[in-house]
């Protein structure tokens, strides 16, 4: 395309300079070469218009320079008709060169996939494409280099930078028999890397080729730019036409064809959406394509999911209130339970008697869990039973009126209430106030949907983030039901962690996976755009984004309805001149160009 391009400015160029040397030296031999010059600028014209006529079986600005020239060609005008091809050819390379500049920086987050992997086969290290690299293949990673594989170091220990894919911001420090991801850096030492999938299976395979067919899905907006400036070429010429038997003018006529510029919905459209798709990867989050990016700006409701979304899966005791007997006493006794259980509340309890002090813990008998949340186990021979209010009052335990904000865990002891734990979820960075930054950018009405059990944790966290209503206990399938109503109301945006929410996701309008590295082959069943980051600030950026592009296009759309009115109209009146109305047409088509390339940029 590029080089087609080129070459018509080339001959373009090559007919100008003859007819002038003709024109000054009266040496016809130079008409000749001059017109010969000017019939392969016209036949290269007409060759891309009726490629793109049989293959894509669209009608393409081509034809308006190929009517210009022919028109010139009749009227003894062939300087003009030069000239517009010159002016417009030039015109279309420089806005070819920056959708291509703007692609470019594209497939360099691709061009990794394509790289080589040192493996280990028997003695010899061999240098192979890591689309090749099989499940089980032991990888050497230098120190500097990027890790091409997921898998587990065998081998060695580097401090590894994985901000770009995890968005921790700090290198972490990795052991054999710790996971590294494909894409991230290693920073301090050789490791040897046993990989876990094949080449074609890592998370850098599948983010790049995600991409690659993110660039060819058009938004609904894009659709309606390619049926518009087919309908737009068509009716300039249909229009041209009529005012020359009108006038009985053909250069009236070849300025109408030379002024019309469709560049904003043929180019402008499609480099805003690419750009936006790049800009966006280079960020660390994925959108499958123009469509989602689009619909942002149109997103009336965001649910968010809290626990991977906007909280760690981490919580943390705040406060225990005693109802008889000594703190560690008690705590003794809960983290003996709790130590028989590997979960993030008994995990939680058990660190933090060891941080009290409390290492030796007592004999249990008979642990169990208890459905409904919670555990019992035997102590001393007496029942203990560990749970959320909910499960109490199943067990028709009567409880205390106590007040406190979080997550509320029971210890019963032979049937009598002993303590409460008091837990909060650990909320993550920059999650304080985030229903009202979302709701700067249009949004009208921001949720909160956990599966959380406790109605104060979820209120809590809900009063954090400053969501309109919040909802607790909710099961995938609730989450969907909530958002199919919602969707009655207008468009709805789901922000889970992309597996226990992936119904959720699926069901919405525009589904937004956070912390989605861990499992991109589902994450990309499910979601529209996938956050790589472990936040839901992600969303803000997005959000951005998608104002950024409709904006853009906006101003693209504006300024060619603007030139194309006027332009036409001067033309039409015979207030302009062929080549003057190329000069503006190559002027327009740049600038909308570069205004929609920009989006890169920001």
């Not at 299976?201 to 907006?221: G, M, N, W």
Request: glycine letters at 8%.
């Amino acid at each position: 395309m590029l080089n087609s391009q080129l070459l018509k400015v080339v001959t373009s160029t090559g007919s100008i300079a003859c007819f002038l040397i003709n024109a000054f030296t009266s040496m016809h031999l130079f008409l000749w070469v001059g017109l010969f010059f000017y019939l392969i600028c016209l036949l290269l014209y007409f060759e891309s218009f009726l490629y793109k006529l049989i293959i894509s079986h669209k009608v393409s600005a081509e034809l308006l320079v190929v009517s210009v020239m022919i028109i010139a060609l009749i009227n003894n005008q062939i300087m003009s008709g030069a000239v517009v091809a010159w002016f417009i050819g030039l015109g279309l390379y420089i806005s070819f060169t920056i959708v291509r500049k703007n692609r470019e920086r594209i497939e360099a987050l691709i061009k990794e996939s394509r790289r080589t992997a040192r493996v280990l086969r028997g003695e010899r290290v061999r240098e192979i494409p890591i689309r090749e690299i099989k499940r089980g293949d032991i990888i050497i990673v230098p120190k500097g280099d990027m890790i091409p594989i997921d898998g587990i170091i065998i081998e060695g220990e580097s401090l590894i930078d994985e901000s770009h894919i995890t968005g921790e911001p700090f290198a972490v420090l990795k052991k054999p028999g710790e996971e590294v991801i494909s894409g991230s850096i290693n920073i301090s030492a050789p490791i040897s890397v046993r990989a876990s999938k094949n080449g074609d299976e890592s998370y850098l395979s599948i983010i790049t080729s995600e991409i690659e067919r993110a660039l060819k899905r058009k938004a609904k907006v894009q659709e309606i730019a390619d049926a518009f400036a087919q309908i737009f070429i068509s009716s300039i010429v249909f229009y041209a036409v009529i005012i020359y038997f009108i006038t009985r003018n053909l250069n009236i006529t070849a300025t109408i064809l030379a002024i019309a510029c469709p560049c904003a919905w043929v180019l402008a459209t499609p480099t805003a959406f690419a750009a936006a798709i790049g800009r966006l990867a280079k960020e660390s989050i994925l959108a499958k394509g123009g469509a989602p990016i689009e619909k942002l700006s149109k997103v009336s409701t965001i649910v968010l999911d809290k626990t991977g979304t906007i909280t760690f899966a981490k919580p943390e005791i705040k406060k225990i209130i005693l109802l008889e007997g000594r703190e560690n006493d008690f705590l003794r006794i809960v983290a003996s339970i709790e130590s028989r259980f590997d979960h993030p509340i008994a995990n939680a309890i058990v660190d933090y008697a060891r941080r009290r002090g409390i290492k030796n813990f007592k004999v249990v008998k008979n642990a169990e869990d208890i459905p409904g949340g919670g555990v019992r186990a035997f102590i001393d021979g007496k029942e203990v039973i560990i749970g959320g209010s909910m499960l109490m009052k199943n067990l028709g335990i009567e409880l205390p009126a106590i007040d406190y904000r979080g997550r509320g865990i029971w210890v019963v002891i032979n049937g009598k209430p002993r303590g409460l734990i008091v837990l909060q979820d650990i909320i993550k960075t920059h999650m304080k106030g985030l229903a009202s930054k979302i709701k700067s950018f249009g949004v009208k009405r921001v949720i909160l949907a956990t599966g959380d059990h406790e109605e104060k944790e979820a209120r809590r966290v809900a009063e954090i983030i400053g969501a309109d209503e919040y909802y607790y206990n909710y099961k995938p399938e609730d989450k969907a039901r909530l958002i199919k109503k919602l969707s009655s109301e207008g468009i709805v945006a789901m922000v889970g962690d992309g597996i226990n929410d992936s119904l959720a996701l699926a069901t919405a309008d525009i589904g937004i996976a956070v912390n989605a590295y861990k499992n991109l082959n589902l994450v990309l069943k499910s979601s529209d755009i996938i956050i790589l980051g472990s936040d839901a600030v992600g969303v803000l950026r997005l959000l951005d984004m998608s104002e950024k592009v409709r904006r853009v296009i906006k101003i693209d759309y504006i300024w060619a309805a603007i030139f194309n009115t006027v332009g036409i109209s001067l033309a039409t009146l015979g207030m302009l001149n062929p080549i003057i109305a190329a000069l503006l047409h190559h002027i327009s088509s740049v600038f909308v160009v570069a205004n929609a390339a920009r989006i890169y940029m920001k």
